[in-house]
């Protein structure tokens, strides 16, 4: 058997198989929940990214005209989209409301509930 440092090192399979069954279940563990992401940049769908990852739904809000900045930050782009955006809004719900107008303070109210 392998030894390192005089204690026996698990096998890289035994190992994975234990990495995917707690991911399993921690992708899951946000399940049934909605989240509306009415953040923007980095930090915020940074955030309800990772509730993403644990199992949440997340409907995020954007602005009608340009969406969230990071859209635009580009270069890295992929296709046409910014690789920024992307990456921090994968698996992510996105919808265009214009909350300046009641209306759309109000679909965003029906999304909460």
Same mark, same amino acid.
């Given at each position: ?28 563990? !946000? ?19 990772? !509730?993403?990852? !644990? ?30 955006? !992307? ?27």
């Amino acid at each position: 058997s392998a030894r390192m440092g005089g204690a026996r090192r698990a096998s890289p399979i035994i190992i994975n198989s234990a990495i995917c069954a707690v991911w399993k279940m921690a992708s899951s563990i !946000l399940e049934g929940i909605r989240v509306v992401d009415l953040t923007q940049n980095v930090a915020g769908p940074f955030c309800t990214q990772i !509730l993403a990852d !644990l199992g949440a739904e997340i409907v995020k809000v954007e602005r009608p005209r340009g969406g969230d900045d990071t859209r635009a930050w580009m270069p890295p782009e992929i296709g046409a989209e910014a690789a920024t955006f !992307l990456a921090l809004n994968r698996g992510k719900q996105s919808v265009a409301i214009d909350m300046s107008a009641p209306q759309g303070r109000d679909i965003v109210a029906r999304l909460a509930k």
